[in-house]
């Protein structure tokens, strides 16, 4: 019963068998035939990161803030001017043309892109698992509700046929009565009735004389 009700709101639905839809449109029929609710993502809820995923999105959410940008400027013209001020009293530890500094920065950049990139990645799964789910639901309310539109239809079909049976019901009974109510007698009815009044009369004045 539950395989012919899947195939009927496929074919309803869809206009195609189960069998040929997708694992995501089979879940919305079975849905729709069940009549369950659409539950969230275990994935979309509970936070399942591992400590590395937790430290690539640390990252990633730091390193795109204006506040690292701003901080990292400053270190920059601290480190330059220290070294540009203080040459000349041997305090300097990466004299120009800072080739200390470049090798920093060039290793800043090498470890830090690919872990932005993994926070990214793990970003845009959680985005295509969260759309996924946005399209079943999105799918199942207008599945649900081209579903409701055929029910509305096949009760209004049902009750104009049932409004049109009792209006034929009434126009039969009205010309049955509409006919006995003039439905003429027969022809010589009324003179001979009218005869037997005459011939009643003339034997009553007979017997008064």
Known sequence: MANQQRQQLAQELLNCSYEE?????????????TEAPTGVDRRLIIDDRTPGERLADRVAAIGGSWGFILGFALALALWMGWNVLGKGGGLAFDPYPFIFLNLVLSTLAAVQAPIIM???????????????????????AELEIMHLHDKLDRIRQRELLQMIRRQNEALRILRAELSEAFKPGPPDAAPAAAGRKRAGKRAASARGR
């Not at 839809?21 to 035939?33: G, P």
């Not at 993994?118 to 199942?140: I, K, P």
Request: aromatic share 2%.
């Open 118 to 140: 993994m926070s990214q990645n793990r970003a845009a799964a959680r985005d295509r698992e969260a759309a996924e789910h946005d399209y079943v639901v999105n799918l199942r």
């Open 21 to 33: 839809l997708t694992d995501i449109q089979r879940s919305v029929i079975d849905l729709i035939a």
